[in-house]
């Protein structure tokens, strides 16, 4: 097994230890914001609210199961171990869903992308459920020394590094789909529309990797064992992996229209953020109609429109 500097892994196990506990904040706040705000929960981000439930529960598991009073007992350390394993497999899985939703709204133009979903809560939910029954059934979930998790070295690499490794390479995959079509339609974009669209740009790019292309850092760790470069890929892997629910709440929360539905809501006791909450609106209202405009005297409005409004969470 390849291990980093014993330095280096004492420093970032306290990085990670505060970036997850961020992270399951994060991602905590924002599945409640837009289970509050419905009418700014669009299908995109029901989708991220599965994969925060995951980041939550999984994140909160994995921390557990490092504390002594669970591995040190045998019932308590195999449910943690399953809970870790099962909402980790899930997570990735989602990341999966969240990418190839990208996909047939980028790159296929499909508007019925929506009616996919209660086939990405079988798979998202019951896939982990086929892994957690075969390591179980080898009695492979307990103490791995100092953790709860899988044991048996063969059940971990079958049941939690090969499909993680196949679900992340099929994300890069679909991402590059995903990145040549936006550049081409960037391209065609008039010159005023090309900055607000290359930030539409950057933003999902920040958003995608945020939802899964970190976890290549980890991987590359194990399938490099060079001393130099194990070292840079656990840096990277322990600073922006556990960063996962703190990138989707910056992406998603930190913006206009969740601002405005929390003056919305505190203006009912505090008036002053009943104006506030107005003029973000009419802001807003403006930007959209300027945008608009602009966009209806170029040539390339409708492929421009027609990105704009599958990416718009």
């Known amino acids: ?10 420093v970032f196990s306290w990085v990670t230890l505060v970036l997850m506990i961020m992270s399951i904040v994060g ?55 399953i ?24 790159v296929r133009r499909n508007r019925e992308a929506q009616t996919l979903e209660k086939f990405y809560h079988i798979a998202c939910w019951g896939i982990p459920v086929i892994f957690c029954a075969f390591a179980g059934g080898f009695s492979c979930y307990g103490d791995l020394g100092g953790a709860c998790y899988i044991n ?9 590094f090969i ?25 065609g974009a008039p010159k005023s529309d090309q900055k607000a669209r290359s930030k539409e740009f950057r933003v999902y790019l920040s958003i995608f990797i945020s939802i899964g292309l970190s976890w290549i850092f980890g991987y590359l760790m194990f399938l490099l064992p060079f001393p130099i470069i194990t070292d840079i890929f656990f840096i990277l892997f322990s600073i922006f992996t556990p960063m996962q629910g703190i990138f989707i709440f910056i992406f998603y929360c930190l913006n206009k229209k969740v601002l405005a539905q929390y003056l919305g809501l505190f203006g009912k006791c505090i008036p002053i953020c009943k104006q506030w909450e107005e003029k973000i609106n009419s802001q807003s209202t403006n930007t959209s109609n300027r945008s608009s405009n602009r966009s209806s005297r170029s040539s390339s409005s409708s492929n421009s429109n027609s990105m704009s409004s599958s990416t718009t969470l």
């Open 83 to 106: 809970w870790v394993h099962y909402y980790f497999l899930a997570n990735f899985l989602w990341t999966f869903c969240i990418a190839f939703n990208f996909y047939q709204m980028i």
């Open 27 to 81: 991602a905590f706040l924002t599945t409640m914001t837009f289970a509050m705000f419905g009418q700014i929960r669009t299908y995109p981000i029901k989708l991220i609210m599965y994969l925060c439930v995951c980041i939550v529960i999984g994140f909160t598991a994995f921390l557990i199961a490092f504390e002594p009073w669970v591995y040190h007992n045998e019932g308590p350390c195999i449910i943690i171990a």
């Open 1 to 10: 097994m390849v291990s980093a500097d014993s330095t280096v892994i004492e």
């Open 152 to 160: 048996c070295p063969l059940v971990r690499f079958l049941c939690f």
């Open 163 to 187: 499909p993680g490794l196949v679900i992340i390479s099929s994300n890069a995959i679909l991402f590059f789909f995903i990145g040549r079509e936006i550049h081409e339609t960037l391209s």
